[in-house]
């Protein structure tokens, strides 16, 4: 009988077919190949590649799940063997990841520290390829209102114009605001535009009478916070 490098995954042990040792062992005792082969459901005949194969060479592709995640489907596809269909799949899986990784929001949620912003929001900021830039409205009470993107940039940093974050926020009788954003590079030290930034919308936001309590910056799986530095 072929041993477990055969083409075909049905010839593997039954407790090494990923299917098979998920619904027995459970999601953890799987690696991130054999998890990816779920997704991708079956190999390429021609290559005489199994789901596994193929989950092995995205991998050795992208080093990481997180690289993964940034990947564009034309560049997954890139991978012999990864079909449109695959790829689809794969960034529908990584993104329910994210989604549950990030509790739904209501109006009851309080945002009061850094982390509670960085648990909210990093999940969709931190493997991004170009920069995005929301605000997030909050009340007296420090309760979530809404969030919007107000700015979406390259790889450099995006310029917010105040009344970008002034208007909405007096739109929805916002108490207070947070700035937050990411930084695709991965690392979350600010730039002299994020001190710029900072100080121009803390400045304009005394003057309107809306709080500035924080300016998150995402980078990777760190983050900086203007408040928890002392900077605001």
């Not at 490098?5 to 098979?20: L, Q, Y």
């Not at 109006?107 to 605000?135: G, M, R």
């Amino acid at each position: 009988m072929p041993g477990k490098n055969s083409a075909s995954i049905k010839h593997w042990p039954e407790d090494e077919r990923p299917r098979e040792r998920l619904i027995k062992f459970g999601s953890n005792s799987l690696s991130d190949a054999h998890l990816l082969g779920i997704l991708i459901g079956s190999g390429d005949r021609r290559a005489k590649k199994n789901a596994v194969d193929l989950s092995r060479d995205l991998l050795n592709q992208f080093g990481t799940l997180e690289n993964l995640d940034q990947a564009t489907v034309t560049e997954i596809c890139q991978v012999k063997g990864i079909g449109s269909a695959k790829a689809a799949q794969i960034k529908a899986a990584l993104e329910v990841g994210k989604r549950m990784a990030s509790k739904p929001m209501s109006t009851k949620n309080k945002l009061k520290s850094s982390q509670a912003f960085v648990n909210q929001f990093s999940p969709f900021l931190k493997n991004l390829k170009k920069e995005i830039v929301k605000i997030v409205l909050l009340d007296p009470k420090l309760q979530y209102i809404k969030d919007l993107t107000i700015s979406e940039g390259s790889l450099n940093a995006s310029i917010v114009h105040p009344r970008e974050v002034m208007i909405p926020a007096i739109r929805e009788s916002a108490a207070s605001f947070a700035l937050i954003h990411n930084h695709p590079s991965g690392d979350p030290t600010p730039s002299q535009a994020d001190f710029e930034i900072t100080h121009r919308l803390n400045k304009t936001g005394k003057i309107v009478g809306i709080h500035m309590v924080d300016h998150i910056i995402i980078g990777g799986n760190e983050f900086f916070s203007f408040a928890d530095e002392g900077l605001l």
